[in-house]
């Protein structure tokens, strides 16, 4: 699924790559995030509790065309959506940040960020909504 921003230069690529649906039912994600010549990507896991929420939030927000949605990785910071409206005539804002971390052979540890934001093309809101309801494993909505 895509996010697309205003100007077609930004967007945000989620594909489901796997899933657990014990103990703490989750998905993993493959991420990836252009933002005019920032690129950043990561393979993250989101509790499906979290996206359904987020679900139920981007609902709200399509009907009012008011309020935000919030999601959020199982590892805090490694991904951060909020889509949040600034006007009342539907217009939405898309704020993400991807941290990406590892260790050098000396072991000194590296955070890669990308943080951002950028206007959702409203005549793709409902597109995102669809696509994060696919996102979600058929047994878990």
Not at 1 to 4: G, K, P, Q, S, V
Not at 7 to 21: A, C, D, M, S, V
Not at 57 to 62: A, G
Not at 72 to 77: G, L, M, N, R, V
């Given at each position: 699924?895509?996010?697309?921003g205003q100007?077609?230069?930004?967007?945000?690529?989620?594909?489901?790559?796997?899933?657990?649906?014990i103990?703490?039912?989750?998905?993993?994600?493959?991420?990836?995030?252009?933002?005019?010549s920032f690129v950043g990507h990561n393979e993250v896991w989101i509790e499906l509790e979290k996206l359904q929420k987020f679900i139920e939030?981007?609902?709200?927000?399509?009907k009012k065309r008011n309020g935000s949605a919030f999601l959020?990785?199982?590892?805090?910071?490694e991904f951060q959506l909020t889509i949040s409206n600034i006007d009342g005539s539907g217009h939405f804002l898309v704020h993400y940040l991807l941290t990406k971390?590892?260790?050098?052979?000396?072991?000194?540890?590296?955070?890669?960020?990308?943080?951002?934001?950028?206007?959702?093309?409203?005549?793709?809101?409902s597109q995102v909504l669809n696509g994060f309801s696919a996102l979600?494993?058929?047994?878990?909505v």
């Open positions: 699924m895509n996010i697309i100007e077609k230069r930004n967007t945000i690529e989620i594909n489901r790559i796997g899933e657990f649906l103990q703490l039912p989750s998905i993993e994600v493959s991420i990836e995030i252009r933002d005019s939030q981007l609902t709200e927000c399509e959020e990785s199982s590892s805090p910071e971390s590892s260790y050098t052979f000396s072991q000194d540890f590296i955070k890669h960020q990308l943080k951002g934001a950028f206007e959702l093309d409203s005549e793709f809101f979600a494993p058929v047994a878990s």
